[in-house]
């Protein structure tokens, strides 16, 4: 990271714009990397980042790549643009799986390739950088030298605490966080609650308090205090109904399922399943939610409720 102008952040996502929006304010020279055609050049532009172009010569006079374009499209990338990139390039992945998938590091040894996967949503990437908060992040690096960048990088990023990993095991607890809690249980738990109080006559507004808005709060409680002062805080109702819901909810059947997750991960049988079109999905999923009533009060009670 000594030569200037050496990083390359490949794609302007939402990861993207937060790593190099942390870099430009640590003084850290970089380049944003898209195809020539990309709708992402206007706002990069905006930004007065420099750009260069995927697929061309200017590939090679760069040794730093971010490579922060979705999983998907990690092979394709190589394909597209290994005659550009000099023996010894560093490609650094904020997520495992394309490497576990696909054995990037193996078809394309004649590269470094590190994990450096902060565990926060882009904007929390953003938030935590600008109020000198707290990052943890994954980290894994083939050689000694690998190292040495990345924990630099780490440091200009605002990434405060790594934490030695690989990319399989990155990959498997990534995946498995996503499909049994953050992005499942939540937010369908928290639909089916708003839905099941609505259906026996309690209000919109209420409903989405109870079962939408304290998500926030309650969560922020449980991560921030930790597990034994949460439980120590809440009301006695409360406490008793957590483990009534417990015990209910959390039984033989539930712990089966979780497991498959698990299992369907650890076999390699769900990285069958991603090789689907995704935006049809995306676009799918997000029309079941703008059918749903949760959505639209939430539109509504936003200005009143929400920061």
């Not at 990083?7 to 190099?20: E, H, K, L, P, T």
């Not at 953050?182 to 839905?195: D, E, G, V, W």
């Not at 991560?223 to 015990?247: C, D, M, W, Y």
């Not at 090789?275 to 059918?291: A, F, N």
């Amino acid at each position: 990271m000594n030569s200037k102008n050496s990083i390359v952040i490949v794609g302007f996502g939402s990861q993207a714009r937060a790593w190099a929006l942390n870099l430009r304010d640590s003084l850290v020279p970089f380049k944003i990397a898209l195809q020539p055609q990309s709708s992402s050049l206007k706002k990069v532009q905006e930004l007065g980042f420099e750009s260069i172009s995927l697929e061309s010569a200017e590939l090679s006079n760069n040794s730093i790549f971010l490579v922060l374009i979705p999983d998907d499209l990690h092979l394709s990338f190589f394909k597209k643009n290994e005659s550009f990139f000099k023996d010894g390039s560093h490609f650094i992945y904020a997520h495992g799986f394309s490497v576990s998938k696909e054995k990037l590091n193996i078809i394309y040894a004649r590269f470094r390739h590190s994990l450096l996967a902060p565990k926060a949503i882009a904007s929390d990437v953003r938030f935590q950088y600008e109020t000198k908060g707290k990052i943890g992040a994954a980290y894994y690096a083939q050689t000694d030298e690998s190292e040495k960048e990345l924990k630099v990088l780490a440091a200009h990023l605002g990434f405060t605490a790594l934490y030695k990993s690989h990319f399989d095991e990155e990959c498997m607890a990534d995946l498995f966080s996503e499909q049994s809690l953050l992005c499942s249980l939540i937010p369908y738990a928290s639909l089916k609650s708003y839905n099941l109080l609505r259906s026996n006559g309690v209000s919109a507004e209420v409903a989405f308090m109870e079962c939408y808005l304290e998500l926030k709060s309650i969560s922020g409680a449980f991560v921030t205090l930790g597990p034994e002062a949460f439980f120590n805080l809440i009301s006695p109702n409360a406490l008793i109904g957590s483990q009534k819901g417990r015990h209910l909810l959390l039984d033989k059947d539930f712990d089966r399922r979780l497991e498959q997750i698990l299992i369907d991960i650890k076999n390699k049988q769900f990285y069958k399943e991603v090789e689907v079109d995704s935006k049809t999905l995306r676009q799918q999923v997000l029309d079941e939610w703008s059918k749903e009533e949760l959505s639209q009060t939430f539109l509504k009670l936003k200005a009143e409720l929400i920061v």
